[in-house]
């Protein structure tokens, strides 16, 4: 096979070899790029108000931290929620699914590192998830 090689690519493979200089590895390079777009998600299914409350600002906090771009945030539609049965619980915010927008929406922590919240989604009655777009952490 060898034989095949011009002069110049015998020469070139030498150079090469002798070459001290690192070579990029583009794998590195490539998992750099894509780990920009990290998207995570949680499911509160199950969850009473408090600890979903709590659940979702340490997940907040926590996806910031590691720099996820976009959280996805499964409440649920809270079709089988017990909250009609109880005349002293709001109807709307005794459901995670309303609850925890505006839980997050009133915390000027978790509002200091969103960008966006997908408002139609939360507020839709079709939907049991919403989507999060976190500011950059730089």
């Known amino acids: 096979m060898t034989d095949k090689l011009s002069d110049k690519d015998k020469k070139d ?5 002798e070459n001290s200089e690192k070579i990029e590895i583009k794998d590195e390079v490539h998992d750099e790029k894509f780990n920009m777009n990290i998207e995570k998600s949680i499911d509160l299914h199950g969850y009473t108000l408090d600890n979903a409350n709590t659940k ?5 906090l926590d ?9 996805n945030i499964i409440t649920g539609k ?3 929620s ?5 005349p002293y619980q709001s109807k709307d915010l005794s459901i995670l699914k309303y609850s925890i927008p505006n839980f997050i929406k009133n915390n000027n922590e978790l509002m200091d590192k969103i ?6 989604a939360a ?10 777009v976190l500011k950059k952490n730089e």
């Open 82 to 86: 017990k909250n009609t049965n109880d």
């Open 13 to 17: 493979w030498e150079n090469f070899l």
């Open 56 to 60: 979702i600002h340490s997940f907040i």
């Open 78 to 80: 809270g079709l089988r």
């Open 115 to 120: 960008f966006k919240i997908d408002e139609d």
């Open 63 to 71: 996806c910031f931290e590691k720099k996820v771009n976009r959280i």
């Open 123 to 132: 507020n839709s009655p079709s939907k049991g998830n919403f989507e999060i």
